[in-house]
């Protein structure tokens, strides 16, 4: 047997896997209506499984090379997300902000891909679809913006840290280790118990979370690349300490600091979404992701798409930057050697 | 080793000191005038000034602190300022045992999940089995502890006849590999010993699974009994799921530090040398690949707790347990500020606690650290 | 043998770099210091290579580091070109210290992973503003150093093998037009055909750009090719110094002629070696008292124990810190 009849063998089977699991996705999705979404619910997902083995099968034995699927769809849904949010405004969305324009809608639509409403409508007969990406703008803001801030401010920090040893190590360490000291939920907690809860004071309430842990990692970083001898080399040139932190030491933790921030950013999307899901961040009319599943608790029995419908997008976004960020430092940490 | 003990002590007592005074300086943090925010417009002045007494906010924030900490020495926190106006103490008191047996019970579910399985996934790394579980691992690290608590209550209470079909449909899975693996196995020279264990965890894995679909229990959807209210059985039968939800994600995490662990050590000579004196491949996980990753497992366990803690918070709301994180999240609603120092407190004091004890265990547990401090 | 002692100073011609009384010591905790370098002295002529060689631990690395101040050393001092470094603040230190430049050991290390090669070898010129000819320069030190600058200038160091990124640190260094170059073990890290290659280029380079070169090796048989005068170190102190040649025909100190006979010697008719080396390398934070070498000594007596032995001439520029040197040259 050639190569050639093993590899249309095997796309043989791949895109068998494929046609099924797309098969099976229908019948859940479309044909078994009455059918309650207990049975319906594994049935698609174990379509979604098989469509996916199936497709990245496919695409091995088209491209003979292994590419990894999961990886570049989840940058192909990060991608999706952040221009859904931050083209919001632009899009053909039906109405999901003013429930006093949705008279005239049903409420709880079951999700249909080809209508107006393609993950149906709430309890007020709002665009689910709608509210998800304008709260996929407070998710995301808040979790970049806190990242950014607790990276600028720990990164620096644990640097100096790292760099200057002694007190000023002392000091900076141990005022992380204080932060850290409270279970993370429960400093959130309270925080957003005396700050009103809005999007700026959310994203300083994670961000305050986010800078002892970027502290530690980037003055471990940093103790790792001072010791290399590259530092010292760059200090036998002349160099003072200011040029070996900028051209010696920073390149060299940033990516670390990159790498960790697609998982934080994901942690923290979690806990922007857990405070609103218990009515603690960001109310309604404002949609989130949180605030959404929330609402939709109440009926989710008979109307799971209330729950699961932002819930998927939710879970999606988390997955893809923990995929993302699990490629990013595997890739960097190699490079490091 | 002493002074290296009193230094950890010393460190402890000092960040418990600062976390507390952080949950006191809480109270600056409120924007504007505390006393008015609480009570809202209507107050009459009497009230106003009981409520100022109440909170110690004509005092100076050490006295205050002084003040606070004197009483929750004694379990005296104070009372809320909320009707009913309770001991803030006794409060705790009932709903911190609450917390702590879901945090606990949820930390045994997910080491008796993981370590077996990160062992077998760990020996067969790569295989379709593997793929299987690590797969669904890093899936279950991207669900947010109050979604997957929705998740189980759609599967286990609305829908338990889907529930009963998967479990059914995972115990046939593991039965049919092992019966596959027979198969294979006839190929090669197979000991007596081995194929009668093999054929006792089929046995077993069909025993449990008829079991568990046969007895499948009706879990309340929410509350929470206690012990001494209705007995053991329906103790635990309320706080399974909350403890099972969060089990989901801890055990993923253990789940794949403990594999990757274990994977890296099975590559070490030491190991190489046991399998080359020809010690079965089960006996070289547990005796020799096991032991030098439990530190890590610890530590990460130790790390989950903190998890733990903050999701008990998550599915006690959604499963409507009187627990700490209920306490919290309620009195944060009503501005009920003692309430939220006395529990973010109490939380966050068994938090380094437990980070002492696990620095502690650690110390222990490694002959290369016991080493270099005697 | 305890190299201290001065006897093996050099007072005529043009000595560039004179260390005198040189101590290191490192804190570890708890009021323990280990002693990295214990009171040794020696000079470099200009235009001299010294080699100094010891085991791995014995401090030679310590101190070749110590000459550049990286880190200040305990006590002693070390004078350059007639200026005692020590009395230095550290920006007239920096400003002295481009005539000393340095090649390390593991040449992947030395080369940060994320600049091209134009950014590494051009960065000293970049540090001292010499960006008139900065990327000429570039280039004609590329090409002394055998490689070609149009294939190298735009590459990373992870573009390339252990040999190469030696010759661009040592363009690197080179850039700067340093007199004083400091070699610490710039070749034990590679195969020993790229070895040769490497040490050949170092004798080029020496004679072409004048250099003044402190070569350290834990390998003999690398410093005597290279080395107009060895220094052989024991545990941060000074055993022996000769010239390459003499040390290799009458090494004085029991330890250098047992360093001589491990070298491998294809000449199967030799006899096996006459003195071996037995134990290990005391620890350095409670070395032996009197000669620290005496442990393992197949010559050590009482006298060893008690009396520190004192560098002395045993020949023509030959120098030698034992009590029984004597009986070796036997």
């Known amino acids: ?337 | 080793m002493i002074r290296r003990g009193a230094i950890k002590v010393v460190r402890m007592i000092a960040i418990v000191l600062l976390v507390t005074l952080g949950t006191t300086l809480l109270l600056e943090l409120v924007p504007g005038d505390v006393a008015s925010s609480v009570l809202g417009e209507g107050a009459t002045a009497e009230q106003y000034e009981a409520l100022r007494e109440e909170l110690r906010l004509d005092q100076s924030i050490p006295s205050r602190y002084g003040d606070w900490l004197g009483g929750a020495v004694t379990g005296d926190f104070g009372k809320s300022i909320v009707p009913p106006v309770t001991e803030v103490g006794s409060l705790i008191s009932a709903r911190l045992p609450v917390t702590i047996e879901i945090a606990v019970l949820a930390m045994l579910l997910s080491l008796f999940a993981a370590i077996p399985l990160a062992m077998w996934t760990a020996y067969r790394a790569g295989g379709a089995g593997d793929k299987l579980v690590s797969g669904f691992a890093f899936g279950a690290i991207s669900v947010p502890s109050f979604l997957s608590a929705l998740l189980v209550i759609f599967f286990v209470i609305f829908h338990p006849g889907a529930t009963k079909a998967l479990i059914a449909a995972v115990g046939v899975m593991v039965v049919a590999s092992i019966v596959v693996g027979w198969i294979k196995a006839d190929r090669r020279p197979h000991s007596r010993r081995a194929w009668a264990r093999s054929a006792a965890a089929a046995v077993a894995v069909v025993v449990l699974t008829v079991l568990v679909v046969w007895q499948f229990p009706a879990f309340p959807r929410q509350g929470f009994v206690r012990i001494t209210e209705g007995g053991l059985a329906s103790n635990l039968r309320s706080a399974f799921l909350p403890a099972l939800t969060l089990a989901l994600l801890e055990a993923s995490v253990y789940l794949r530090v403990l594999r990757a662990d274990l994977i890296t050590t099975l590559d070490e000579d030491f190991v190489l040398s046991a399998e080359a004196k020809g010690l079965p491949a089960w006996r070289v996980m547990a005796r020799h690949a096991l032991r030098p990753s439990s530190l890590s497992l610890v530590t990460v366990a130790g790390v989950g707790f903190a998890r733990l803690l903050g999701g008990t918070i998550i599915v006690e709301a959604v499963f409507n347990v009187r627990g700490m994180g209920d306490l919290i999240v309620n009195a944060i609603q009503t501005k009920d500020y003692p309430v939220v120092q006395a529990g973010v407190a109490v939380l966050a004091v068994v938090f380094v606690v437990m980070n002492a004890l696990v620095d502690v265990t650690y110390t222990y547990l490694d002959p290369r650290i016991r080493a270099r401090h005697v | 043998m305890a190299g201290s002692g001065t006897a093996h100073l050099q007072d005529d011609g043009d000595v560039v770099l004179r260390v005198e009384d040189l101590n290191v010591e490192f804190p570890i905790g708890q009021g323990r210091v280990v002693q990295a370098v214990s009171g040794i002295s020696f000079d470099i002529r200009r235009g001299e290579t010294v080699g100094l060689v010891g085991e791995s631990g014995c401090g030679k690395s310590t101190t070749g580091r110590a000459v550049l101040q990286l880190p200040r050393p305990t006590s002693g001092t070390v004078t350059f070109d007639g200026v005692d470094l020590g009395t230095l603040s550290d920006e007239a230190l920096r400003q002295t210290r481009v005539r000393m430049q340095m090649i390390l050991q593991d040449p992947v290390s030395s080369l940060n992973p994320r600049r091209t090669i134009r950014q590494i070898v051009g960065e000293g010129l970049t540090i001292w503003g010499r960006q008139d000819g900065r990327d000429a320069r570039i280039d004609e030190v590329l090409v002394s150093v055998g490689l070609d600058p149009a294939f190298v200038r735009d590459r990373r160091p992870h573009q390339f093998s252990g040999g190469q990124c030696q010759r661009i640190c040592i363009a690197r260094a080179l850039a700067l037009e340093p007199e004083l170059l400091v070699c610490d073990e710039p070749v034990s890290s590679l195969d020993v055909s790229v070895q040769a290659q490497l040490l050949n280029l170092l004798r080029d380079m020496k004679a072409a750009y004048g250099l003044t070169v402190m070569f350290i090796a834990h390998d003999l048989a690398v410093v005597k090719n290279i080395s107009d005068r060895v220094i052989v170190m024991y545990l941060g102190k000074i055993c022996e110094v000769a010239s390459a040649d003499t040390l290799f025909e009458t090494a004085a100190h029991p330890y250098t002629r047992a360093l001589v006979d491990a070298i491998p010697n294809p000449d199967p008719r030799r006899s096996v070696p006459a003195v071996g080396l037995r134990g290990e390398l005391p620890s350095p934070l409670s070395p032996p008292s009197g000669c620290r070498f005496r442990t393992r000594c197949p010559l050590a007596t009482e006298v060893c124990a008690v009396e520190e032995p004192q560098l002395r001439a045993v020949g023509d520029g030959h120098f030698v810190a034992c009590h029984h040197a004597g009986s070796v040259m036997e």
């Open chain 1, 1 to 337: 047997m050639s190569d050639a009849t093993i590899d249309r063998k095997r796309l043989a089977i791949a895109v068998l896997a494929l046609v099924a699991g797309g098969a099976a996705v229908w019948v859940g999705s479309a044909l078994l209506v009455d059918v309650t979404a207990g049975w319906r619910v594994p049935v698609i997902l174990v379509g979604i499984a098989l469509a996916l083995i199936g497709l990245d099968r496919a695409l091995t034995a088209l491209l003979r090379r292994r590419i990894q699927i999961a990886l570049v769809l989840s940058v192909a849904w990060l991608v999706a997300i952040v221009a859904a949010a931050a083209l919001a405004d632009f899009l053909p969305l039906s109405e999901s902000l003013r429930p006093d324009q949705t008279l005239d809608v049903p409420a709880r639509l079951r999700p249909d891909l080809f209508s107006a409403h393609p993950l149906g409508t709430d309890n007020q007969g709002l665009d689910i679809l709608g509210g998800v990406i304008y709260g996929a703008r407070v998710s995301l803001i808040v979790g970049c913006g806190a990242v950014l801030i607790g990276a600028l401010i720990g990164g620096l920090g644990g640097i100096i840290a790292g760099f200057k040893r002694g007190r000023t190590e002392s000091v900076l360490l141990f005022l992380a280790d204080l932060l850290l000291a409270f279970p993370p939920l429960i400093l959130l907690l309270a925080m957003v118990a005396v700050l009103e809860p809005s999007v700026r004071n959310v994203t300083l309430g994670l961000a305050v979370l986010s800078v002892p842990i970027y502290l530690r990692l980037a003055r471990a970083t940093t103790l790792a690349v001072a010791k290399r001898e590259y530092v010292l080399a760059a200090r036998v040139l002349g160099a003072r300490n200011r040029r070996l932190v900028v051209s010696e030491i920073v390149p060299n933790v940033l990516p670390v600091v990159i790498a960790y921030s697609f998982v934080l950013v994901a942690v923290l999307i979690v806990a922007e979404a857990s405070l609103s899901y218990l009515g603690l961040s960001i109310k309604r009319p404002n949609p989130t992701w949180g605030n959404m599943i929330a609402a939709g608790q109440e009926s989710f029995n008979r109307h799971p798409h209330l729950v699961f419908g932002p819930g998927i997008i939710l879970f999606l976004t988390v997955f893809a930057l923990n995929r993302v960020g699990e490629a990013a430092s595997s890739k960097w940490s190699r490079r490091r050697r």
